[in-house]
Nanobody
Framework: QVQVVESGGGLVQPGGSLRLSCVAS????????NSWYRQAPGKQRELVAN???????NYADSVKGRFTISRDTAKNTVYLQMNNLKPEDTAVYYC?????????WGQGTQVTVSS
């Protein structure tokens, strides 16, 4: 069982920045595929970005150039740096860990972009 805990959400004005953090337990962290998803009210959950061993990254088109995913294997932590935030980025952001066929989710953290 992998425990996943997110933090760092909040209220920010358009054009502002936030950094989300996600700590995942376990000794195989470097083998995890770490992903951030988000779900806005009335919409399906969507992939925002992911990172895997070798620091290969993938981003949704809507966040390319604005968001950066990274991780610190020494701290079992993955980050999502979000810059130039837009109102349409408002959602609950979820951290996801995949190891083989197993998937684990955090509880989610709310990000609200509003003036």
């Amino acid at each position: 069982q992998v425990q996943v805990v997110e933090s760092g959400g909040g209220l920010v004005q358009p054009g502002g920045s936030l950094r989300l953090s996600c700590v995942a337990s376990g000794s195989l962290f470097r083998l995890y595929v770490n992903s951030w998803y988000r779900q806005a009210p009335g919409k399906q959950r969507e992939l925002v970005a992911n990172i895997r061993d070798g620091d290969f990254t993938n981003y949704a088109d809507s966040v390319k150039g604005r968001f950066t995913i990274s991780r610190d294997t020494a701290k079992n932590t993955v980050y999502l740096q979000m810059n130039n935030l837009k109102p349409e980025d408002t959602a609950v952001y979820y951290c996801n860990v995949r190891l083989g066929s197993q998937m684990y989710w955090g509880q989610g953290t709310q990000v609200t972009v509003s003036s």
